[in-house]
């Protein structure tokens, strides 16, 4: 019975040194591809077609404001505003009729100053990889900015080098860890599963459909 025990537990470390390993040799990848892409200052960022806003929430538990939600919105404003982008394609989950990120992501671009014609949205970004993949497939882009928090940016970038798209990322002001370390130790996982989909699984989006013209005169 001992000597059971002590294989299991041996198992046990061996898998746990794995798991560690692979969380973070993802990330390490996943940041390297990223390097040098990710910008915080809307006058050094390269000009592009389009910028991709990845969506989340307006509200979180409690009918509270999602900051990570409203520092982005900030930050697409401010792209546009800056003419380094000629369109925005706003990318989030709208899963059912009481949940629409897109058209809330719409919303407070417009009341920032975005114009309602230059903004396109996808209603079917449910993964961050169906929002890069879609963004190309479907919306006809081969270049554009991610606007997002610096982590988030990192992995689409990576995501977008692996698809043949040309990206950068506009890092979005970060909401601090204590406010939302569930949705840091997510990236963690989320980082993995990047890695896996691309270079293990051949993860594709869940729907595609027919082509929509984004307005770029």
Same mark, same amino acid.
């Given at each position: !019975?001992?000597?059971?025990?002590?294989?299991?537990?041996?198992?046990?470390?061996?898998? %746990?040194?794995?798991?560690?390993?692979?969380?973070?040799?993802?990330?390490?990848?996943?940041?390297?591809?990223?390097?040098?892409?990710?910008?915080?200052?809307?006058? %050094?960022?390269?000009?592009?077609?389009? %910028?991709?806003?990845?969506?989340?929430?307006?509200?979180?538990?409690?009918?509270?404001?999602?900051?990570?939600?409203?520092? /982005? !919105?900030?930050?697409?404003?401010?792209?546009?505003?800056?003419?380094?982008?000629?369109?925005?394609?706003?990318?989030?989950?709208?899963?059912?009729?009481?949940?629409?990120?897109?058209?809330? !992501?719409?919303? %407070?671009? !417009?009341?920032?100053?975005?114009?309602?014609?230059?903004?396109?949205?996808?209603?079917?970004?449910?993964?961050?990889?169906?929002?890069?993949?879609?963004?190309?497939?479907?919306?006809?882009?081969? /270049?554009?900015?991610?606007?997002?928090? /610096?982590?988030?940016?990192?992995?689409?970038?990576?995501?977008?080098?692996?698809?043949?798209?040309?990206?950068?990322?506009?890092?979005?002001?970060?909401?601090?860890?204590?406010?939302?370390?569930?949705?840091?130790? /997510?990236?963690?996982?989320?980082?993995?599963?990047?890695?896996?989909?691309?270079?293990?699984?051949?993860?594709?989006?869940?729907?595609?459909?027919?082509?929509?013209?984004?307005?770029?005169?």
């Amino acid at each position: !019975m001992k000597i059971i025990l002590k294989r299991w537990w041996v198992w046990l470390a061996v898998l %746990a040194v794995a798991g560690t390993g692979l969380v973070f040799g993802s990330e390490w990848w996943v940041a390297e591809r990223a390097k040098g892409r990710c910008l915080d200052d809307v006058n %050094a960022m390269p000009e592009a077609p389009v %910028a991709l806003v990845l969506g989340t929430a307006a509200h979180v538990a409690g009918g509270w404001s999602n900051y990570f939600f409203k520092y /982005r !919105m900030e930050a697409a404003a401010a792209l546009f505003k800056a003419g380094k982008v000629k369109a925005l394609i706003v990318s989030g989950d709208n899963g059912t009729h009481s949940y629409d990120e897109p058209t809330d !992501m719409k919303l %407070a671009l !417009m009341k920032l100053g975005v114009p309602g014609e230059k903004i396109v949205c996808d209603y079917a970004g449910f993964r961050t990889l169906d929002s890069v993949v879609r963004a190309k497939e479907v919306f006809g882009q081969q /270049r554009m900015i991610f606007v997002s928090q /610096r982590f988030h940016n990192a992995r689409a970038i990576y995501l977008a080098r692996a698809f043949g798209i040309e990206a950068y990322g506009l890092d979005a002001k970060d909401v601090p860890v204590a406010l939302s370390v569930k949705t840091f130790l /997510r990236e963690k996982l989320a980082c993995v599963k990047a890695v896996l989909d691309v270079n293990v699984l051949g993860t594709k989006p869940r729907f595609l459909g027919e082509k929509v013209r984004v307005p770029l005169e």
